[in-house]
C-alpha cells in the first residue's frame, strides 16, 4: 500500500488516512483499514526493501519490466550491501528469460543506475538523491 505523511495504524489496526490519488491539486483521502490481520506484513530477519522512489522519480520508465524483475530478484537476494552473485542462467531459470534477454535487462538497470555488475557480482545501488526525470528508453 501506499503510505505518505500521516500512514501509521492506530490502536485498532486501521491506518489514519493518507494521500492516496492525486489530481492536478486536489488529492482524495482514503481511510486505510487491515484488510486481513493474520497476514500482516512484518520485517522478517532477512530483510530487503524497494525504494519507493523507484516510482516517485520515474525510475520506472528507465528500464522495461523484464528489467524491473531481475531487479526484484537482486533486491530479494542480495546481503545488506545489496551484493549478490547468481549467474545468466539461474537467473534466467527464476524470471523465464534467455540468457540473452537477461544479459539485456541487466544493462538497462545498469543504464538506469540501479545496478553495478562486475561478473559475476551485482549490486543493488542506493537510488540517487535527485533522480532526473527521463523518459521510456
Not at 486505510?32 to 519507493?52: C, G, M, N, T, Y
Not at 535487462?105 to 540517487?128: S, T
Request: glycine share 10%; proline share 3%.
Amino acid at each position: 500500500g501506499h503510505r505518505d505523511d500521516d500512514g501509521a495504524l492506530d490502536s485498532d489496526g486501521a491506518c489514519r488516512a493518507g494521500r492516496v490519488a492525486r489530481s492536478g491539486a486536489t488529492s482524495m483521502l482514503i481511510a486505510k483499514r487491515i484488510l486481513q490481520a493474520e497476514r500482516l506484513r512484518r520485517v522478517p530477519p532477512h530483510f530487503s526493501w524497494i525504494d519507493h522512489r523507484l516510482v516517485r522519480a520515474d525510475y520506472l520508465r528507465r528500464a522495461d519490466a523484464k528489467a524491473w524483475a531481475l531487479y526484484l530478484v537482486l533486491v530479494t537476494v542480495g546481503d545488506e550491501h545489496g551484493l549478490s552473485y547468481y549467474g545468466d542462467g539461474t537467473l534466467g531459470r527464476l524470471l523465464s528469460l534467455t540468457d540473452t534477454e537477461v544479459a539485456v535487462a541487466r544493462g538497462q538497470l545498469a543504464a538506469a543506475g540501479v545496478i553495478a555488475y562486475e561478473k559475476p557480482l551485482y549490486q543493488v545501488l542506493a537510488l540517487e538523491a535527485r533522480a532526473g526525470r527521463e523518459g521510456p528508453r
